[in-house]
């Protein structure tokens, strides 16, 4: 774990598919700070994100703040889409989202929170921490690799480790369309 | 209870002196189980005591003894006393008047950081040089491992030059940080620290010396891992030489621009760095684009999870 003076240890970005993303909603909060505790998302294959890493095709932005900018990107990758947000406290990734032209790769570092609609409907999307275009193979790099480390979580689903008890609790996972999503995300490579 | 007694008679008995058991028995009872003393608190006034009856000096007590020599890398447990035999790697500053020196120690299997107090009154080390550390304290703070030398440690030179050993670290992963600290620098003249707008956290507001660094956050999902480059290989890596950083600078008025563009270079991407490890870093020797082929795992994959209706698809 990386640590510094301070005590504090960062958390990993984990790597999830944007379909999986989708059906995530269970929110804890965690941490000795009883201030600032650190907010964490449960996923349905039992990643515990406080932060994640995506990197998908930039296909839509939209500034939706009104006095001050707030800027909303649509981010796809190959099991469906991402909502990204950056507003005044993310000036760097506001300004990729602001100059950026769509259709473009991009590479984001975010916090993954959960807000409810008008509707009344939960959605996930990830608050930018960073945010920078990049080329086709560090996309294709990044979907193999989401394959694989969703595949390890999908593999330990049924142990005993907390996060994974408590995502089959909580979502009552099909394992079989997690894998479907995985081997999909897999199949849609080979086409290239 | 039993077992104290029976440590503080065995110590005795190789100073010579056959100290009986019931009493330390009775000495012991009547403090930890009459008066509440906890037991490390009660052996070392019972221990005092016999000492005082005897009249044996405290020093001859606690420092005869001769501790098992180990690597730097087997020190894994806190608070025990060992003997070390290492070089000299590096002496940082001693930052507290408490400490005369502190730095770096290491052998054949790795390197530890060790301190020494000023009240130890023991001979100052020099960088480079090879020493044979007796009776050192091991401590665990935040994790991670250090030596301390005191009163009772001894310092005896060696002739021979210890080779350090040094493990090379790789690590795969996104880069998912650049942190602030990255680009152009300014160190301080005297002791090469960071500075901070300016002014050194030691030595104040000084004319500093410009350098170029990277240090960011290596991310393969599952672990993260701090990295960092020096100017040589940050020069190398990024194609920007120090000279070109400053004219970048000087051009948008701003030492920022460097990191920005640095930021842009990396944050995002996938690389495979080696290096040593030190604390909690990889000093980067070298670093490449990730360019393993990904065809093997699309196949392992689609192996693993494939279903007979997801293959006919």
Same mark, same amino acid.
């Given at each position: 774990m990386a640590e510094n003076g301070s005590g504090y240890v960062r958390e990993v970005a984990h790597r999830v598919f944007a379909a999986e993303l989708k059906e995530s909603n269970l929110q804890t909060k965690e941490g000795q700070d009883e201030q600032f505790p650190k907010q964490f998302l449960l996923t349905p294959t039992g990643a515990k994100c406080n932060r994640v890493f995506i990197v998908g095709t930039l296909t839509e932005t939209e500034n939706i703040g009104n006095e001050t900018d707030f800027w909303r990107g649509r981010i796809v990758d190959p099991t469906g889409a991402f909502y990204v947000t950056a507003g005044q406290y993310q000036q760097e990734a506001a300004q990729v989202l602001a100059k950026t032209a769509p259709p473009e790769f991009i590479a984001v570092v975010g916090k993954p929170t959960v807000f409810t609609t008008k509707e009344g409907n939960v959605l996930a999307s990830i608050k930018a921490e960073s945010m920078h275009v990049v080329d086709a193979a560090t996309r294709d790099r990044w979907v193999v690799e989401t394959a694989n480390l969703t595949a390890k979580r999908i593999a330990k689903l =049924?142990? =005993?480790?907390p996060d994974a008890v408590k995502a089959r609790e909580h979502y009552s996972t099909d394992v079989e369309q997690y894998k479907a999503m995985v081997s999909m995300a897999v199949e849609s490579m080979r086409g290239q | 209870m039993n077992e104290i007694t029976k440590q503080i008679e065995a110590r005795f008995l190789e100073l010579g002196v056959k100290v009986e058991t019931s009493e330390i028995d009775t000495k012991l009872d009547q403090l930890i189980n009459k008066f509440k003393v906890p037991p490390e608190e009660a052996r070392r006034n019972v221990v005092n005591y016999f000492l005082k009856k005897h009249n044996i000096p405290k020093s001859d007590f606690f420092t005869a003894r001769e501790t098992a020599q180990v690597k730097a890398? #087997? +020190? !894994?447990? #806190?608070?025990k006393w060992i003997t070390l035999r290492c070089k000299v790697v590096q002496l940082w500053d001693a930052n507290h008047e408490s400490l005369s020196q502190a730095g770096l120690l290491g052998d054949e299997s790795g390197t530890i950081a060790f301190k020494k107090w000023s009240k130890a009154n023991l001979p100052q080390v020099e960088e480079g040089k090879s020493y044979l550390f007796k009776n050192v304290v091991t401590s665990l703070w935040q994790e991670r491992f250090s030596v301390s030398l005191n009163k009772t440690s001894e310092i005896i030179p060696i002739a021979e030059n210890i080779e350090v050993g040094t493990t090379i670290t790789e690590f795969s992963g996104a880069i998912v940080d650049v942190q602030s600290g990255s680009g152009l620098i300014k160190r301080c003249p005297e002791c090469n620290r960071a500075l901070i707008k300016g002014a050194c956290g030691e030595h104040g507001k000084v004319e500093g010396k410009y350098d170029l660094r990277i240090k960011a956050v290596l991310d393969d999902g599952e672990k993260v891992q701090d990295i960092l480059m020096n100017r040589e290989i940050t020069e190398a890596f990024t194609g920007i030489t120090l000279d070109k950083a400053k004219e970048m600078a000087t051009e948008a008025l701003d030492q920022g621009v460097v990191l920005d563009v640095m930021k842009n270079m990396l944050v995002g991407r996938y690389y495979v760095v080696a290096g040593k490890k030190l604390d909690r870093f990889i000093l980067v020797d070298s670093i490449k684009p990730d360019? !393993?082929? +990904?065809e093997e795992d699309i196949t392992r994959i689609l192996a693993a999870t494939s279903m007979p209706f997801a293959v006919e698809a």
């Open positions: =049924n142990g =005993n480790e | 890398s #087997d +020190i !894994k447990e #806190d608070g360019v !393993k082929p +990904i």
